[in-house]
């Protein structure tokens, strides 16, 4: 996967570079937006990540070149002027997704899976764990065949999310953001997430012990899948 | 008491006191006028008199000492005598004397007048009845009586009409200006119209008072926007560098751990900026307000989101919303975080086992929906600061929150003219309810 970072805010670019690799993606990096421009009409990428703020270029205009020159290339704004109507003009101009920094560079992967996903129309996603069959087209958790309805949505959001960033381990800040991210509250360190895991273990528990699961001691939670 | 009552009020005293002291003036104004209009016809009576007498001779009126007497015989209005007077004296003289005439004493204003034909010495009196005189008094009085009321009626009048229009700009500029006007005001200046200039200057100083004022509400917003605009970066970058950091495998625990205290010191400085600038996108009315929700669904999202906190205390918490209640013009988001906030503060300062009541009625024309908790309460001397950002009153709750919670819920309220009614009983509990104008709520299925 080829994907196109232009950010001009050299140490965050930095940082999305190693992170993207160490996930094998193939990186190429913009810091202004004439350079962009230039590399959006001639190469042929699956992700551009465009940061609005560009000193030279406005964003939006990017959006449009890559939307002509690269039409397969699935456009994420990076932003941190979050004004409501940017984000409205964003994806109208056919930007896939939309990520207000500050991001989780977690939830940035998770957001790019996702568009895959729609991308390629991987009708049914399941993933067997243990005895456990997840069904993260359907939302569902099912053991021998019977769903576990006591599972909550907020529930099933953890598992899914650990899921995808499986046999790595996630903190409880990144676990909440993803969770919580749209709630503006004044609590910035609550540890509900343990008391998530904890119903969890609880409901599946009645049918067999995920060990799967895993606490990392003083660290967070991690999904372990063995290939 | 406004300017114009008071002018008013003024006007009718003022005139009142001018009328009731001339009313008690007015019978001894009448009746100096009255004597001195009498005297004067005295004094040309007795002129005609001594002309007369001076033609065909004294001796024609006064014969054998026998004095000369004539008077209305049947009214004694006046009378006339003209009479030898044995005494060598000059008197010439107005006064108020009895008379008997006829048996009647009646008083009378009498010129007495001494003159001399020849060697002889005569006294000429005229005299006229006190009661005719007096006659005329009252008529008088009341003629001068109805023209000052009507006068004075009229000039009330006048002042009261002239006193409204001077006056109508103050209430104009009053309207407008002060009551009227609302932060931020986006409408221009409007002058208001007058011609005086001392209210032309209140206008124009008002205006320029609320534009600065305006200008460092807009400043302090922009401020705000900026800055927190600007932190988003910087926290970007570390909260990356933290977490490519984390992933690194020859990374050893004890760091790892050192690694997320920095990342939930991060989250904080992070949630802080999140919320200020939150705010000020409020404040500058960034947000459409096109949604339309049930508002029992939307209470009921919030109640799943948060429920996991109600758990751990083991509160108890009771929704009791008509389920027709529609919100419309409403922005979700913002409700969905006024909701969670309030619920959210419900549960940190309740006690475990407490309980938790959401209700909805109507009052009148408005939608209510109160939140009550089993709480700690806020003291009433509190209750007015909750609202100020960065406020805190409970130490022991210092770690969780930095006073943005409440705050929040202000400026969403606000900005969907929701009023907040805040009563609390420390020890026991506290309530916000919410009071819904009326075209924000519609009760249907």
Redesign the interface.
Known sequence: MNVLIVED?K??TN??E??LS?SNYICDVCFNGASASEKIATNLYDFILIDL?LPDYDGLDLLKEAKKYNPEAACIILT??????DRIKGLDLGADDYL???????ELQSRMQAIMRRKFGLKHSVVMLGNFVIDLTNRTISYNNTPIGTI???EFDLVAYMLLHKN??L????LS?HI?G?????????N?ID??IK?IRKKLNVYSSPDWLETVR???YRININH | MKLGTKLTLFNTISKVVIVVLFVLLLPTLIRDINQSYTDNWLRHQKDKVLKIVSGPGINNYIQNGEGYGSYNALLKEEYVSLDVDSLNENIDTIINENRLVEGDTIQYRILSHNFKVGKQNYILEIGKSIDTINETTTPLQNIALEILLGMILLTILADQVYSTYVLRPLGLIIKTKLIGHKFPNHTPYKKVKTSTTDFEYLDISIHKMIQTIENTFQKEREFISNAS??L??P???L???I??M??EEDMP?ET??RL?EM??IL??L???T??L??IS?IENE???KEDSISLSELIHEVY??I???L??KEINCEIDIPAEWRLNHVNK?LL??LF??LI??AI?YNKEHGEIKITGHTDNKFFLVAIADTGIGISAERVPHIFNRFKKFTQSLQ???????LP?VKSIADFHHIRIEVTSEPGSGTTFKLIFPADLITAQF
């Not at chain 2, 770690?399 to 919670?405: A, I, P, R, T, V």
């Open positions: 805010e140490a965050l940082e999305l190693i992170f160490n703020g941190a002027r979050a004004e409501v109507n207000p920094k500050p991001f989780s560079l977690l909550t949505k907020k790595r381990t903190t409880r800040s990144q953001e919580w749209s709630v503006v509250n004044d609590d910035y360190d609550s509900y008391a998530h119903n003083g660290l967070g | 605009h600007e988003m970066t926290i970007s970058i909260q990356s560098k977490e490519n984390f992933e625990d790892k751990v997320i990342q939930k989250n904080r992070k949630s802080i999140k919320t600038l939150l996108q960034q947000f459409l799943e989101e429920s996991i906190r758990q751990e988001f969905f975080n969670f906030n959210n503060n940190k770690q969780d929150s930095f006073g943005l919670g929040i």
